[in-house]
């Protein structure tokens, strides 16, 4: 096969590498890009969207399913509902189908040259490709690696039969009778939830004293009574010792073996970079942590080669991802510039959601920050009560010289979306005045970041 | 309480003014005895003034790049019981400076400055000096108040100021913030980049620089730039360049250090020339000459004194060896080394510094195939050294490698006709090119 020789090549089209091509094509970067399934990568196909829909599906059902139960305030009476799990399937393959094909398209319309196939590292500067027609070599000055993660496998869970990854989670046709989540982050408890709410008896084991360990306590506190409330068995401080016939033997945090039947044991321990199976050893990349080391352009130990994304580290998150990939790209036609992003904003799509962006308040304490925290609870917000969703609250973190504002969190129905909200303030450097003084339009959930400025400043008007 | 002024002390040779070239105090600073205060050039040296008592400095005479003549106040302290300033010295009080004030100009008559009118005629600013002895005092581009940022913290600005400053190269932890929270907003940039702000980051891919320095011209540089005004505009050079072959003169000079005592001084082409030099002029004495072009006078030396023309780090300044005539060759390559050596680290006298009569100037380290030296006035010549390539010459049968130099000399063309100047560069080539007439008596 005829080599193809490129300015650019991006190994990898997920967020951080279909965006890195895109961007250099409407540069003007002569690029091609290298995908070994499907466009869109993990959080496409298999992450962030599949999983939204399966919980959006989850909530809807819920939502019915309670309304049948017992007598509802508002007084909907509905049939007991039913799910067909297969259907629901299909139609989160159809909007991933759709968003996959709209990948190609845009990919296509900046004029970037797609090759199907895993691709391997010659050497820093080449490429082999393995497509269905033959090894297609690829020249190009530049690459960028955005090869991605994937899930981690217990040596003492391996993959297989019941034992499945949150890729195979998305795709049963039927829902469990019962599922024990192993691993209590946010993957497990986003489908821990969604499954609980579809009718599975639920069991998360995880390992350390909390679930969702990376947040606090108080951001989690909501999260960990709504589980209880769909009936979620949580055990915290216990680990999944292994299969014994069709159960999984659990030891509990007080030294006790448990065994728990499962018809799907889903173990969803974290994810691993990418970094075996295309030629790493090839390039003798410096890591760092079992990532591809970067530097604050994305710049690898080898000249001309790049890494965004999740093979380069934590947080594994698309919008990271993306951003380094637009980067790159502007580098790559060569704009000056650096890495240099206030926040990268989290969103835990339980119920309810929780989203943070910069510091905790015990981050920014450990940062040496006098601080100023407000709080403001849902409860107090005339939106969240009129969609009986009053749980949680938003709470801004300001350094107490100059209310700069220095992390912003909240955990509550539909906070995801204040996401944009909280970097905005974070990227733009605002003080506590600057969100306290905008007009928030009412009536909406947003009010309460408004609201926890003032509260900061010592005035807040509805609490 | 009294006061004492110190003047600007005659510094020899008849000169009559000298350059501040640095403070070491400034007002309000406690002074001792033999400290020293200040530094000013002469045309040929440095010359610190050190004090003669016990005190505090009140107040300074001029800024450094000023021209101070002779006997003119430079600076008053105040000292322990009665003071010599009396109210019939040539400067009158400065305005009563309470402690730390800034430098004030040289007072001509008025009794009191009103602070007020510290705001002096625009000067570029000088280059900032971060040192620890002598802070300037003046800040005429003074950036706004502002916080800075403290170091390890992101500089605090909105992604459209930052990537602006990463367009332009600008490192933002050196913008002063005049925002709310020590924000660094479009303003801030915008008065940063005005201020010529040099791009602090390296980043990849080319940028439009903007930025320009003010060097204010002082002390060494600003006699160089002088001597070469004079020489360039009132001496019509006439430039001669010959290749000269100096194959055997190569290896003689090799033998000579080969065989050379541990105590003699390594040669190199430079002693040669100055003995063929000596020998050149000893039969054109109309180039060993000075041409005072105000008198209409030409003095011929029969010294022969070599200015050799030396890179020092303060810039371009000549050493003499003296009476080349009466020098071995030995002895001119010590002296040469002695005097280079002296001239980089500031130690050459003055008298060191002045008198040559003809000068040779040497960048055949560096390469270059010619020069267009300019004369060091008021001599009237001046011989280029290039440097030295192996070439294939034509011997008439096959080509040879020879070792090649070109000389490159100016002529003061008023004095030294073109026929005077080839025949002077001819007889240099033909004693280089056969070293052994260079030591033949007669």
């Excluded at chain 1, 589980?227 to 030891?251: M, N, Q, Y």
């Excluded at chain 2, 403070?23 to 530094?39: I, N």
Aim: glycine letters at 10%; hydrophobic letters at 45%; charged letters at 25%.
């Amino acid at each position: 096969m005829k080599e193809i020789v490129c300015k650019l090549l991006v190994i990898g089209a997920g967020p951080g590498g279909y965006v890195c091509a895109i961007r250099a094509g409407q540069l003007g970067v002569d690029t091609v890009i290298v995908e070994s399934t499907k466009a869109g990568g993990t959080c496409l196909n298999i992450g962030c969207i599949p999983s939204k829909a399966l919980i959006h599906a989850a909530d809807e059902f819920e939502k019915v399913r309670h309304m049948a139960g017992a007598s509802n305030g508002i007084g909907i009476t509905v049939e007991a509902p039913k799910l067909d799990l297969s259907q629901t399937v299909r139609w989160k393959d159809g909007i991933v189908g759709r968003l996959n094909a709209g990948v190609l398209g845009l990919l296509r319309k900046a004029k970037v040259k797609i090759v199907h196939g895993p691709a391997r590292f010659r050497d820093g500067k080449t490429v082999e490709v393995e497509t269905e027609t033959g090894t297609q070599v690829i020249r190009a000055e530049t690459v960028v690696i955005a090869t991605g993660s994937e899930p981690v496998e217990l040596p003492a869970l391996p993959f297989g039969g019941a034992v499945i990854s949150s890729t195979e989670a998305l795709s049963l046709t039927t829902v469990p009778k019962t599922l024990v989540v192993v691993g209590g982050g946010y993957i497990g408890l986003e489908l821990g939830t969604a499954f609980a709410k579809m009718g599975s008896e639920v069991t998360v084991v995880e390992a350390t004293p909390q679930i969702l360990p990376q947040y606090d306590a108080e951001l989690v506190k909501p999260v960990a009574r709504r589980l209880g409330e769909l009936g979620v068995h949580v055990l915290t401080g216990a680990r999944a010792k292994g299969l014994s016939k069709e159960a999984l033997v659990v030891e509990t945090a007080s030294g006790e073996e448990k065994r728990f039947a499962a018809d799907r044991i889903l173990v969803t321990v974290g994810r691993k970079p990418r970094i075996q199976g295309w030629g790493l050893e090839e390039l003798d990349l410096d890591q760092s942590g079992g990532f591809v080391r970067i530097d604050e352009r994305c710049r690898t130990s080898m000249r001309g080669v790049y890494a965004i994304g999740d093979v380069t580290g934590e947080p594994m998150l698309a919008h990271r991802a993306m951003a380094q990939g637009e980067m790159v790209a502007e580098i790559v036609a060569g704009r000056k510039r650096v890495w240099d992003k206030r926040s990268i904003p989290a969103v835990c799509f339980t119920d309810p959601e929780i989203v943070t962006a910069g510091l905790s308040p015990d981050e920014a304490r450990a940062h040496g920050y006098e601080v100023r925290i407000g709080q403001f609870p849902f409860s107090a917000n005339g939106r969240a009560m009129t969609t009986e969703a009053e749980e949680g609250f938003v709470r801004v973190v300001a350094r107490a010289d100059t209310n700069l504002v220095l992390g912003l969190q909240a955990v509550g129905a539909g906070v995801s979306e204040l996401s944009s909200a909280f970097s905005l303030a974070l990227e733009m450097g605002a003080r506590l005045e600057d969100i306290a003084g905008t007009i928030h339009a009412h009536p909406t959930r947003s009010e309460g970041l408004q609201e926890a400025a003032l509260k900061a400043l010592g005035h807040a008007i509805h609490i | 309480m009294g006061e004492f002024v110190i003047k600007m002390p005659d510094v020899g040779e008849g000169v009559a003014e000298a350059e501040l070239v640095e403070w070491h105090v400034k007002p309000g600073d406690p002074v001792r005895e033999d400290m020293v205060l200040a530094a000013v050039m002469t045309d040929k040296a440095t010359v610190e003034i050190p004090s003669p008592v016990d005190g505090i400095v009140l107040w300074l005479g001029a800024e450094v790049g000023d021209t101070v003549a002779v006997k003119a106040p430079l600076l008053r302290i105040e000292i322990e019981g009665e003071g010599h300033a009396t109210a019939d010295t040539a400067m009158k009080p400065p305005a009563k400076i309470e402690i730390p004030a800034p430098a004030v100009p040289p007072v001509e008559s008025a009794d009191v400055i009103p602070l007020e009118r510290a705001p002096r005629p625009e000067k570029p600013a000088p280059p900032r000096q971060e040192e620890a002895g002598a802070p300037r005092r003046d800040a005429p581009a003074a950036p706004p108040a502002a916080a800075r940022h403290e170091p390890g913290e992101k500089p605090l600005a909105s992604p459209a100021v930052r990537l602006r400053a990463q367009e332009a190269g600008i490192d933002l932890r050196q913008v002063p913030a005049t925002g709310p929270a020590g924000r660094i907003t479009h303003d801030d940039l915008d008065q940063f980049l005005a201020r010529g702000a040099q791009p602090a980051i390296a980043v990849p891919g080319l940028a439009r620089k903007t930025a320009t320095e003010e060097i204010k011209v002082t002390g060494m540089r600003r006699r160089i730039a002088e001597k070469m005004r004079l020489a360039a505009s009132r001496i019509p050079h006439i430039t001669y360049v010959e290749e000269v072959d100096v194959t055997d003169l190569e290896d003689l000079r090799a033998t000579m250090n080969a065989g050379k005592k541990s105590d003699q001084p390594k040669l190199t082409i430079l002693p040669f020339l100055m003995r063929a030099l000596v020998k050149t002029l000893g039969e054109q004495p109309g180039i060993n000459a000075t041409f005072d072009d105000n008198a209409g006078i030409i003095t011929r030396h029969s010294a022969v004194h070599v200015g050799i023309a030396t890179q020092t780090p303060a810039g371009l300044t000549v050493p003499v060896v003296r009476h080349a005539e009466a020098r071995s060759i030995w002895d001119s390559a010590a002296e040469l080394t002695r005097l280079a050596e002296a001239a980089r680290n500031g130690t050459a006298a003055r008298e060191e510094l002045s008198g040559s009569t003809i000068t040779i100037t040497s960048l055949g380290a560096l390469g270059g195939i010619v020069t267009t030296p300019i004369i060091n006035h008021p001599e009237v010549a001046i011989v280029g050294v290039n440097k030295i390539m192996t070439r294939p010459v034509w011997d008439g049968t096959q080509f040879i490698p020879r070792k090649i130099m070109n000389l490159s000399s100016s002529f003061d063309h008023r004095v030294v006709d073109g026929w005077d100047a080839a025949v002077f560069v001819q007889r240099l080539k033909a004693l280089l090119e056969t070293p052994a007439l260079i030591f033949i008596e007669g």
